[in-house]
């Protein structure tokens, strides 16, 4: 059996089981990135003959302070499944994560098509129905977070679920690089950013998840949504948990996690 196919096992089981397994990268310690993100399409290619809906995509480690958080250099990327999504103010049960952390992100809505290479912001401007806030939970397969670049792309990006809220916004007029939010916790004030601090500009964020997708002929196509990267850093999520996240012009989104 390949690496692709027994690293894509493993994280399966893990997410099963609810087990942590060691990082990739100690147990293949050759593994590269091309070989990550194909276990991630292994992953996700399974999900799918079981009955899995892809809905979407997801970019992360897009700020300073998720990079550094984690400990990797650039973004990585993951896929949406139907599953995984959540209607605001559904209560979500912590049993079928991990070790799960929540980001707050600008979502997209794509209306047109996105494929790389050679997306521009402009192209990405285009192809944009509406932007909305999301609460992306996180999570790993890999013990303690002990991640890699290449564990958290064959991870899927260590994603796990998103919330959609807040009203569907059109781009016209908005400089997204100013867009503010604040982040609560149980009613408590716990971090603030602006979009500036995904990749500079969301826009670019999602430009550069066509492109490199591009590079394994995958499509960001109409009707998806986009998660454009996390505006602060992940927040640990515990029992009785609710997170707000109040955005300037597009509304505000939370989440309520019971055991």
């Known amino acids: 059996m390949s690496i692709i196919q027994e690293a894509a096992t493993h994280l399966l089981e893990a997410e099963e089981t609810k087990k942590v397994i060691e990082p990739l990268t100690v147990s293949y310690p050759g593994i590269t990135v091309d070989e990550a993100y194909h276990t991630q399409l292994e992953v996700i ?41 959540f209607v605001e103010g559904e209560e979500i049960s912590l049993e079928q994560y991990i070790q799960p952390k929540v980001e707050f992100e600008i979502a997209f809505i794509l209306k047109k098509d996105l494929k790389g290479p050679n997306v521009s912001i402009l192209d990405v401007i285009e192809a944009t129905d509406y932007i909305v806030p999301a609460i992306e939970v996180i999570d790993s397969r890999i013990e303690d977070w002990k991640i890699k670049f290449e564990d958290t792309v064959a991870d899927n990006g260590s994603s796990a679920s998103a919330i959609i809220g807040g009203k569907p916004t059109k781009l016209d007029g908005l400089d997204l690089t100013l867009i503010g939010m ?39 196509k109409a009707g998806e949504i986009i998660l454009s990267g996390a505006l602060t850093s992940a927040i640990e999520v515990k029992e009785n948990d609710t997170f707000t996240a109040e955005f300037a012009h597009i509304g505000s989104v939370t989440a309520s996690f019971k055991k």
């Open 45 to 85: 290619r399974r999900k799918v003959t079981n009955g899995g809906i892809i809905v979407g995509k997801k970019i992360g480690a897009t700020s300073k302070a998720i990079q550094n958080m984690f400990g990797v250099n650039q973004p990585d990327y993951g896929h949406l499944l139907a599953d995984m999504m």
């Open 182 to 220: 604040v982040a609560y916790r149980n009613g408590e004030m716990i971090d603030s950013g602006a979009g500036a601090a995904v990749l500079g500009n969301p826009l670019r964020s999602v430009a550069w998840l066509a492109n490199s997708l591009g590079k394994y002929d995958v499509t960001l």
